[in-house]
């Protein structure tokens, strides 16, 4: 066993050739090596594998045993190279084709969607599927290329880094903003979460220092800041909103610092399988969110 391993691909194919041919002159030509060589090379592979494999006779090459029992396992290497050289051909070189990314709605809908633009500018040969639905798609099923969550995933098969994190903050209207300071959290409209999404942190937030009903509830993220934009009422969202969208951080008193402290902070992951995070075309939409997440935060810092 430990001499079969050791026999190469080269020798394996000129094997091949002295089979199929039947003489070292046939199978010289096949393989473009004089006789001469050909027989060092023979007699080298006979003497690792420990067998004759041809006898010489007048009329060429004969196989023996050893060779015809050696046949099938030496085309199947064949067919293996010939596999591995033609998948091998396609692997890409350049950043194009399709990457599936799944981003939570409001982060698609404020931050992803406006920057695709310059995506598009960087790599017009990529093109992307975007999942901005609630539903979490499962990376080591291959169900979307690169995600990007607001949860530290677990799982060996993935890679991560996180590129945000921003508190939770009660966002109001712009004229609202500039009113006076609220004293207590019952007494504003609050524009709540869903049932489907009462078990994440600024739903349970809400739950434990708002005892009003609210005027409104959706898991919506967008329809939550269209909603403050336009006066409805207040809610919890992360403070990066307040720099892309017209709302403000209600302003409240420090009767409120105490429960103000327990805002829970929003985290934004980038996420990818291992096995696909160095493809060029998931390389590059990476690359680029990383690039327009620090883009961002260097921006907002300047200001």
Request: zero cysteines; glycine letters at 6%; charged letters at 25%.
């Amino acid at each position: 066993m430990q001499a079969i391993a050791t026999a190469r691909w080269d020798d394996v194919r000129l094997f091949l050739a002295l089979r199929r041919e039947g003489s070292l002159a046939s199978a010289g030509v096949r393989t473009g090596l004089d006789a001469s060589t050909l027989s060092r090379r023979l007699a080298s592979l006979e003497d690792t594998l420990g067998a004759r494999l041809f006898d010489r006779t007048r009329e060429g090459l004969v196989p023996t045993a050893a060779a015809e029992l050696l046949l099938p396992a030496a085309e199947e290497m064949e067919a293996a190279h010939a596999r591995f050289a033609r998948d091998a051909s396609v692997f890409e070189r350049e950043a194009e084709g399709t990457v599936r990314l799944s981003v939570p709605p409001g982060v698609a809908d404020a931050f992803v969607a406006p920057a695709l633009v310059r995506l598009r500018a960087k790599h017009p040969r990529i093109r992307l599927e975007l999942d901005a639905s609630v539903r979490l798609t499962d990376l080591t099923r291959r169900e979307a290329d690169v995600a990007l969550r607001t949860i530290r995933p677990q799982g060996g098969e993935l890679v991560m880094t996180r590129l945000a994190a921003s508190p939770w903050t009660p966002m109001t209207s712009l004229s609202r903003a500039a009113g006076p300071k609220v004293m207590r959290w019952d007494d504003v409209d609050w524009i709540a979460w869903g049932d489907d999404l009462a078990t994440i942190p600024p739903a349970r937030w809400l739950t434990q220092h708002v005892s009003v009903a609210p005027v409104l509830k959706t898991s919506h993220i967008a329809a939550q800041v269209a909603a403050v934009r336009e006066g409805v009422g207040v809610a919890l969202l992360p403070l990066v909103y307040a720099k892309v969208e017209a709302i403000a951080p209600l302003p409240h008193g420090k009767s409120l610092a105490a429960s103000a402290r327990e805002f829970p902070v929003n985290e934004t992951w980038l996420v990818g399988h291992r096995a696909l995070r160095g493809v060029p075309r998931v390389a590059a939409v990476w690359d680029f969110l990383v690039e327009e997440f620090a883009r961002f935060d260097a921006k907002e810092r300047r200001r």
